[in-house]
């Protein structure tokens, strides 16, 4: 059997890669090994790996984050990451490890396994997020990757633009519209019970991350949101907390203020986990922040995003995605676009351009197919211009 070696490290990324762990759990042919580390490991975070171990057995926790969200703190994470990504390998002997994404952690674990030459399968490469280091991290993934699965054939052929041979590129569609697809959503009364919480007649869901590269602070952009979120009238406000990145704890307390003082109106999540986002963007009218779920799946459920500042700058969007800076006046402008009657009727026909929600048997057909014997060494495909 084909030892399939998956690493996350936060509770979206998990929620991305479930039914490929599904997949190869399930299959003959492959033997699935899990590495969880990051967030989901840390209680400030909601412990989120108890929520893995009801699904799956966990092969090894690696403890990595150190109690400090500066540039000094994530740096010094990511190294003590690899030293133990390259001890747990060396135990597991994977035959190909498996990775999604941007995150720094991420990059710790391919870095390890690239160096015990291990072949690296990178889902969701080749996209741009101009905001945030994370473009950086991902595009450093896709070189020290040897397939790649992609989200579009636009990113698709950027990967093959960095150089990767296009008989190991494949465009496979988005992974979270495969979750809508599969999960069985929770009926509204459900979800209102589940997050003990009554939803109004207007409803949005927040999730805000750090801007690592933007000039003015995560704070002050999310107070920019937080005063424009003030001027709504008859609206609840679901928060979902921000990721372990530079400066996250700060948006994090301000959300914790922000629903002491208003909490006839609002609630905050370190984690809802999959089944409790997605079943929140049936209910909610708008997905309002920076995170990549408002251009990856809140379209699916034809409701509007107000995508605030540059992070996901350079992505793929529907036109169900409204775009505006981080600055009070700006965010009001984006409401009430959203409420138009313009809007409303748009989002009606909207369509979802990241895939048709089938992407995990796609990758299951290739890790089946591919020869990882020969796989590790790799030519830098010119394109001919």
Same mark, same amino acid.
């Given at each position: 059997?084909?030892?399939?070696?998956?690493? #996350?490290?936060?509770?979206?990324?998990?929620?991305?890669?479930?039914?490929?762990?599904?997949?190869?759990?399930?299959?003959?042919?492959?033997?699935?090994?899990?590495?969880?580390?990051?967030? /989901?490991?840390?209680?400030?975070?909601?412990? #989120?790996?108890? *929520?893995?171990?009801?699904?799956?057995?966990?092969?090894?926790?690696?403890?990595?984050? &150190?109690? +400090?969200?500066?540039?000094?703190?994530? +740096?010094?994470?990511?190294?003590?990451?690899?030293?133990?990504?390259?001890?747990?390998?060396?135990?597991?002997?994977?035959?190909?490890?498996?990775?999604?994404?941007?995150?720094?952690?991420?990059?710790?674990?391919?870095?390890?396994?690239?160096?015990?030459?291990?072949?690296?399968?990178?889902? /969701?490469?080749? *996209?741009?997020?101009?905001?945030?280091?994370?473009?950086?991290?991902? /595009?450093?993934?896709?070189?020290?990757?040897?397939?790649?699965?992609?989200?579009?054939? *636009?990113?698709?052929? %950027?990967?093959?633009?960095?150089?990767? /041979?296009?008989?190991?590129?494949?465009?496979?569609?988005?992974?979270?519209? $495969?979750? &809508?697809?599969?999960?069985?959503?929770?009926?509204?009364?459900?979800?209102?019970?589940?997050?003990?919480?009554?939803?109004?007649?207007?409803?949005?869901? @927040?999730?805000?991350?750090? @801007?690592?590269?933007?000039?003015?602070?995560?704070?002050?952009?999310?107070?920019?949101?937080?005063? =424009?979120?003030?001027?709504?009238?008859?609206?609840?406000?679901?928060?979902?907390? =921000?990721?372990?990145?530079?400066?996250?704890?700060?948006?994090?307390?301000?959300?914790?203020?922000? @629903?002491?003082?208003?909490?006839?109106?609002?609630?905050?999540?370190?984690?809802?986990?999959?089944?409790?986002?997605?079943? =929140?963007?049936?209910?909610?009218?708008?997905?309002?922040?920076?995170?990549?779920?408002?251009?990856?799946?809140?379209? +699916?459920?034809? &409701?509007? #995003?107000?995508?605030?500042?540059?992070?996901?700058?350079?992505?793929?969007?529907?036109?169900?995605?409204?775009?505006?800076?981080?600055?009070?006046?700006?965010? $009001?402008?984006?409401?009430?676009?959203?409420?138009?009657?313009?809007?409303?009727?748009?989002?009606?026909?909207? *369509?979802?351009?990241?895939?048709? %929600?089938?992407?995990?048997?796609?990758?299951?057909?290739?890790?089946?197919? @591919?020869?990882?014997?020969?796989?590790?060494?790799?030519?830098?495909?010119?394109?001919?211009?």
């Amino acid at each position: 059997m084909k030892k399939i070696c998956i690493v #996350t490290g936060t509770r979206a990324e998990y929620g991305l890669l479930y039914w490929l762990m599904k997949e190869i759990e399930a299959d003959k042919e492959f033997q699935l090994q899990l590495i969880v580390t990051g967030m /989901h490991l840390s209680s400030e975070f909601g412990l #989120t790996y108890k *929520e893995i171990e009801k699904e799956f057995k966990i092969d090894k926790k690696i403890e990595m984050l &150190i109690s +400090s969200d500066t540039s000094i703190g994530i +740096s010094k994470s990511m190294g003590l990451a690899q030293i133990s990504f390259a001890e747990v390998y060396e135990e597991l002997k994977p035959d190909i490890v498996v990775v999604l994404g941007d995150r720094y952690e991420i990059f710790s674990a391919t870095s390890a396994a690239m160096i015990a030459k291990i072949p690296i399968a990178h889902l /969701h490469g080749g *996209e741009t997020t101009e905001g945030a280091f994370d473009e950086s991290i991902r /595009h450093s993934i896709t070189k020290m990757s040897h397939l790649h699965f992609t989200a579009t054939d *636009e990113y698709k052929n %950027r990967v093959i633009q960095l150089g990767e /041979h296009p008989s190991r590129v494949f465009n496979v569609g988005g992974m979270g519209i $495969e979750n &809508i697809k599969r999960l069985k959503l929770l009926t509204r009364d459900e979800f209102e019970k589940s997050i003990e919480f009554k939803l109004n007649k207007k409803n949005i869901l @927040v999730t805000f991350h750090p @801007v690592t590269l933007e000039n003015s602070t995560a704070q002050e952009q999310f107070q920019q949101l937080l005063d =424009a979120i003030d001027e709504l009238e008859d609206t609840n406000i679901i928060f979902t907390k =921000a990721n372990s990145d530079t400066d996250g704890r700060i948006i994090n307390q301000m959300i914790d203020e922000y @629903v002491t003082k208003n909490f006839h109106k609002s609630v905050g999540f370190n984690s809802l986990g999959q089944l409790k986002y997605l079943s =929140a963007l049936q209910y909610v009218d708008a997905m309002v922040g920076n995170s990549s779920s408002g251009l990856l799946e809140a379209p +699916s459920f034809k &409701i509007g #995003t107000i995508n605030i500042g540059d992070r996901q700058k350079g992505r793929i969007k529907a036109d169900s995605v409204i775009d505006c800076s981080a600055n009070k006046t700006d965010i $009001e402008k984006a409401f009430e676009r959203l409420y138009s009657k313009e809007f409303q009727d748009i989002l009606q026909n909207v *369509e979802n351009p990241y895939g048709d %929600r089938c992407a995990s048997k796609k990758i299951i057909e290739v890790l089946k197919n @591919v020869d990882l014997k020969n796989i590790l060494k790799k030519s830098f495909y010119n394109i001919k211009f």
